[in-house]
Each structure stands twice: as structure tokens, then as C-alpha cells.
T-cell receptor, first 113, second 111 residues
Framework: DAGVTQSPTHLIKTRGQQVTLRCSPK?????VSWYQQALGQGPQFIFQ???????QRGNFPDRFSGHQFPNYSSELNVNALLLGDSALYLC????????????FGQGTRLTVV | RKEVEQDPGPFNVPEGATVAFNCTYS??????FFWYRQDCRKEPKLLMS???SGNEDGRFTAQLNRASQYISLLIRDSKLSDSATYLC????????????FGTGTRLQVTL
């Protein structure tokens, strides 16, 4: 079992650009959540997807959007990148509402210059 | 005020020491609590759940005090391999398994 996989592992983008990050959940998991972790901070919840719908959203602007595909994999899109978007982006998968079984991917480290 | 608050540390302790971390939460609707461990530049991993009755796993003991909205983690006989950031997590089961993290407490165990 490959667990939760994210791609790419590292990414450098310029202010104003757009970025897409990808996540493949652990086998048997149908729910995907995305978190942003700035340096020295804990992860902050961005949103959660289940059955291809955004189920809940944290306090992030509309520049952050996502998608879930029929195979449960997910994408996080960020438009009009700001320097403050530089962070580790973490994907977590779980069975629906089973937070004790949430597993995180290794993350994508995004640097905006 | 942050929903989950922790002392960021760092806590520098010698090998074999006992160290305790504290965490407070402000949302009284929070119903489930966890400690996660995060190694440098890695993803968080679940360390243990936290219950009012206390929860022990080897050298690790977690405790929840709902009246004070306070969570603790005790590590006995610290090992070099315990060096990491420890994240306190609250879950409000009304919000569909969203994990609310504290900023984390950094622990450095030295020889």
C-alpha cells in the first residue's frame, strides 16, 4: 500500500502565477482534506472533498480551489500566487468522518518568489 | 485567540529526562483530541489519542481535562529519537473531521 502520495514534492513559482498540486489517497479512503503549513506554524485546514464535492472549507480566499476525481484523487489549485502562499501543502486522506484514520502525504513544499 | 494554543518551545532536555507539554483549546464544542508528531520537513503522524481517563502508550501519557479545556503530553525517559515537533489537535465532530492544529512544541533531546 503506497499510502498517501503527493506531487510534486517541491515547486518554485513566481508571484501572480497559478499552481496545481496533486494528491492520491490511501487505498480504501474516499475523503481528502488539504492543509497549509507555514514555517513555524501548525497545519491550517483549507478544505475537504468527498464524493467529488467540497464538503467543508476553512478560512482561505477563493484563490484556493480544489477538485476531487471519481477515483478519489484530488487537486489543489491556487491562483494569483502571493509570497505569503509559500508553505508546505499537506493532503490527508481518510474514510468519511474517521479522523482517527487520517493519514498525511509527505507534502508539497511551495516557494513563491 | 487561536483555537488551539501551545508553547512553541523549544524544549531542550537531556536523554532520560521527563518532559511535559501542555495545550489549551478554546472551542468548547471540541470533542476529540490527539497528539501528532512531526519530524523536520516531514508530514505529521498520529502519536496518540487523548481521553479524559488518560491514555498511556509506553513512555507516553496523554491527559484531557475538559473542565479546564487543557490537554497534556508526558514523555518519560526521553530518547534522542523523540526529538521532533509535537502538535496538539482538536476535532469538533460537528465539522466533518476537520483537524484543528496548534502551532506545535519543538522538543530537542540531547546527550
Amino acid at each position: 500500500d503506497a499510502g498517501v502520495t503527493q506531487s510534486p514534492t517541491h515547486l518554485i513559482k513566481t508571484r501572480g502565477q497559478q499552481v496545481t498540486l496533486r494528491c492520491s489517497p490511501k487505498s480504501g479512503h474516499d475523503t481528502v482534506s488539504w492543509y497549509q503549513q507555514a514555517l513555524g506554524q501548525g497545519p491550517q485546514f483549507i478544505f475537504q472533498y468527498y464524493e467529488e464535492e467540497e464538503r467543508q472549507r476553512g478560512n482561505f480566499p477563493d484563490r484556493f480551489s480544489g477538485h476531487q476525481f471519481p477515483n478519489y484523487s484530488s487537486e489543489l489549485n491556487v491562483n494569483a500566487l502571493l509570497l505569503g502562499d509559500s508553505a508546505l501543502y499537506l493532503c490527508a486522506s481518510s474514510p468519511l468522518d474517521s479522523y482517527t484514520e487520517a493519514f498525511f502525504g509527505q507534502g508539497t513544499r511551495l516557494t513563491v518568489v | 485567540r487561536k483555537e488551539v494554543e501551545q508553547d512553541p518551545g523549544p524544549f531542550n532536555v537531556p536523554e532520560g529526562a521527563t518532559v511535559a507539554f501542555n495545550c489549551t483549546y478554546s472551542n468548547s464544542a471540541s470533542q476529540s483530541f490527539f497528539w501528532y508528531r512531526q519530524d523536520c520537513r516531514k508530514e505529521p503522524k498520529l502519536l496518540m489519542s487523548v481521553y479524559s481517563s488518560g491514555n498511556e502508550d509506553g513512555r507516553f501519557t496523554a491527559q484531557l481535562n475538559r473542565a479546564s479545556q487543557y490537554i497534556s503530553l508526558l514523555i518519560r525517559d526521553s530518547k534522542l529519537s523523540d526529538s521532533a515537533t509535537y502538535l496538539c489537535v482538536a476535532v469538533n465532530t460537528g465539522t466533518a473531521s476537520k483537524l484543528t492544529f496548534g502551532t506545535g512544541t519543538r522538543l530537542q533531546v540531547t546527550l
